[in-house]
């Protein structure tokens, strides 16, 4: 069977869609995947074909903005940018995607379109080619405001080029969902066609950060990041200087937003990397801090960890209110987010039974999620 797997690009959209398509190509099934060029060596390192398609967040607002436009206040309500949000994701991305997708489905004619539930112009090109398609969720999915800006200005664009079927967010599709039931949308349950998965952590071959390996456990290892696209300088030191302060070892992702020179010197039991293998470091870890993004969220879920979700935006907040109405962690909001707060967060969480207790369970419900293997196999009844 031929699959075309189509992403937004970035490694929060790409990420959660590669152990699928993985699974399938093992399945013996030709896998082609359509990204961003951004994105595509990290397809090709995981063995897969690909081809160009779609074009970064970046180039996506430069588009609509302008080369001219003034940056953006950082003091300015986070609601004021999202009719920006909806223009973005409910118009200019979808555009370009089916643009590109269109001719790439013709030269290929899969028996299937799997695509990332963020990129709708993969959903609509499948449609309007008469291509079967499922949609593949990276997180919990949070319904909400935004959401609905995105989804009113989806509408639009579907009817200025004639597109007549159902409408977003699922467009009438089955969809892959990598959340555990326990924490999803109770709306999304409501009302989707789901195909539960096992959230699979996916980084690219690395080597853990020294002393990681064979370390002193009675010591607590405090895993700290903010992503790949939210990273903030005086977040990460507000964190560190509390976290250095707990009896624990502290090993800090900087991610490529921060250059790691910048958060200067750090204390003895801090150590401080730009990038890590998170999907092989969390097995190693006793808590995770954290922006709230839907991999390392997930990726605790699975690793039964407690968090401290430090939300930095998009769907971070709603996934932070998640962390916290499952009883497996905290939240810093804002103003909030001081050294001294995190510090007592932090310790509270390390010796907090009732969350230990809760990650475990958590653990089980995502453990008794089918495997890539297993869904992999289904693939085929999707196809028509």
Request: overall charge negative; aromatic content about 8%.
């Amino acid at each position: 069977m031929r699959l075309i797997f189509t992403s937004l690009v970035s490694h929060g959209h790409l990420y959660p869609l590669l152990p699928l398509a993985v699974a399938a190509r093992d399945a013996g099934h030709d896998v082609l995947f359509a990204t961003g060029d951004d994105m595509r060596p990290a397809v090709e390192k995981a063995g897969l074909a690909t081809e160009s398609a779609g074009f970064g967040m970046r180039e996506a607002f430069e588009s609509f903005f302008g080369p001219d436009a003034p940056p953006r206040d950082p003091k300015a309500p986070p609601e004021s940018f999202y009719p920006v949000i909806g223009q973005v994701f409910g118009k200019v991305l979808p555009r370009r995607f089916v643009a590109d997708l269109t001719p790439l489905f013709e030269r290929h004619r899969p028996d299937l379109v799997v695509y990332e539930s963020g990129n709708a112009g993969g959903a609509i090109a499948a449609r309007l080619a008469g291509i079967p398609a499922i949609g593949h969720g990276f997180g919990r999915v949070s319904p909400g405001e935004v959401m609905d800006i995105i989804n009113g200005r989806l509408v639009e664009y579907a009817k200025e080029i004639g597109f007549d079927g159902p409408e977003p967010p699922t467009f009438g599709d089955p969809y892959i969902d990598i959340c555990p039931e326990s924490v999803q949308s109770s709306e999304f349950l409501a009302r989707t066609n789901r195909i539960p998965l096992r959230p699979v952590g996916w980084a690219e071959p690395g080597d853990l950060p020294a002393g990681v390996l064979g370390r002193d456990k009675s010591r607590p290892l405090v895993y700290l990041t903010l992503g790949t696209a939210f990273g903030d300088e005086g977040v990460l030191k507000q964190a560190i200087s509390g976290l250095a302060r707990l009896e624990a070892d502290v090993v800090v992702a900087a991610g490529p937003t921060v250059d790691p020179a910048q958060l200067g010197e750090v204390p003895g039991n801090v150590r401080v990397e730009a990038w890590v293998p998170q999907a092989d470091l969390l097995p190693h870890v006793d808590l995770v801090v954290h922006h709230g993004g839907s991999g390392t969220t997930l990726g605790a879920f699975g690793a039964a960890l407690p968090q401290l979700v430090l939300p930095q935006g998009a769907d971070q907040f709603t996934n932070a209110e998640a962390v916290v109405a499952a009883g497996v962690g905290a939240q810093l909001i804002g103003p909030d987010v001081t050294g001294d707060a995190i510090f007592e967060k932090a310790r509270d969480l390390l010796a907090d039974d009732g969350v230990r207790s809760a990650t475990r369970k958590l653990a089980d419900e995502v453990a008794a999620m089918p495997s890539p293997a297993e869904v992999a196999q289904r693939l085929p009844d999707y196809a028509g």
